[in-house]
């Protein structure tokens, strides 16, 4: 009502009942109009655990953001299921009575419909791929939440495991398609060129590189046999992705095909003061980058021959002359 008093009264959606309702909707139609309609926005979150009250005030937020694809870990809800609503395809995998996992994501229905998209749960809860088929290439979607990291033998077989799988599930995939892999894979990352920014990160004044994870190399060459790059490890002043206490690390992560890479794609954005957190630097933190919609070789133009119009005439002057010698010969 504030912002009505201010003169920022819009049109009224036919679902529209209260000036709020009208005013939230005549914003997400300026952000749809106004958006950059060549570029993918990817958003990624590690949840701790996901109401449903704020789920709805997750979507309602990136609906007004125009997020095309978001990814949610850790939801803490046990059910595998798919649906749709107004302006989300939703899918969500997890695991029985465990209540420690989940993988939910949803893909804008300005991307298309449910029955466009393809997924599959490779490990309940922990890994998911799903594909939107695209013109004119598909996008592929790896949702991903590691094992926290325990020195116990048996998490650390359960640590491999899951990087193996996670191998297995990238190669799996054409590399002419869109790759987005995202999630909390719980390591680490060193600098590697290329794959890598800066391997420490600024946090209360200081340069800090966070736990080390003994595994982290598997983690890295896995990026580096897929020609993966990882977008928010380039500018360091984002700071941690996960803050504890007195404790912070970077173990949060947006990875997209070296060709997908630009500068816009790393210029990433971290969301401590997202309206659905509690306004407060603790936990993992929501992680905002954009892709381009469509990747064209940079010598794409230089191989296209462009065509002057005497060089059109002339050849419109030869197939006239061909059609007239193959009469005359009939």
């Not at 789920?55 to 609906?63: I, P």
């Not at 990087?163 to 894979?185: E, H, M, S, T």
């Not at 021959?305 to 002339?314: A, E, P, S």
């Amino acid at each position: 009502m504030d912002f009505e008093r201010m003169g920022c009264s819009g049109h009224h959606s036919p679902q529209s009942t209260t000036p709020s309702d009208a005013l939230y909707w005549e914003w997400q139609q300026c952000n749809r109009k106004h958006v950059n309609k060549s570029r993918l926005n990817i958003w990624q979150w590690n949840s701790g655990g996901l109401a449903s009250n704020t789920l709805d005030e997750v979507k309602a937020w990136l609906s007004l953001q125009c997020v095309d694809i978001g990814i949610i870990v850790e939801t803490r809800l046990t059910f595998d299921s798919q649906w749709s609503d107004a302006d989300w395809n939703i899918v969500h995998s997890g695991e029985g009575p465990h209540k420690g996992k989940g993988i939910l994501i949803l893909i804008s229905r300005r991307l298309g419909s449910l029955s466009n998209m393809r997924w599959q749960f490779h490990e309940s809860g922990r890994l998911v791929h799903a594909r939107l088929q695209m013109n004119p290439r598909p996008i592929d979607i790896v949702a991903c939440y590691q094992h926290t990291y325990n020195a116990t033998k048996a998490c650390l077989q359960a640590r491999d495991k899951w990087w193996n799988k996670l191998d297995q599930v990238l190669g799996g995939i054409p590399n002419r398609n869109c790759l987005i892999l995202a999630g909390d894979f719980n390591s680490s990352l060193p600098y590697s060129p290329g794959i890598t920014g800066s391997s420490s990160f600024h946090w209360n004044g200081q340069a800090c590189s966070g736990a080390t994870h003994p595994d982290h190399a598997k983690f890295l060459n896995l990026l580096r046999g897929h020609a993966l790059v990882t977008l928010n490890t380039w500018n360091p002043s984002l700071g941690p992705t996960y803050v504890h206490h007195e404790q912070a690390s970077r173990i949060d992560y947006i990875c997209v095909r070296q060709m997908f890479a630009d500068h816009a794609a790393r210029d990433v954005c971290y969301l401590w003061h997202s309206p659905f957190m509690n306004q407060t630097q603790v936990g993992h933190v929501p992680i905002l980058s954009n892709i381009a919609r469509y990747w064209i070789p940079q010598n794409y133009s230089k191989q296209i021959q462009k065509v002057t119009m005497q060089q059109r005439q002339d050849r419109k002057s030869t197939r006239l002359n061909s059609s007239h010698v193959k009469r005359s010969r009939m």
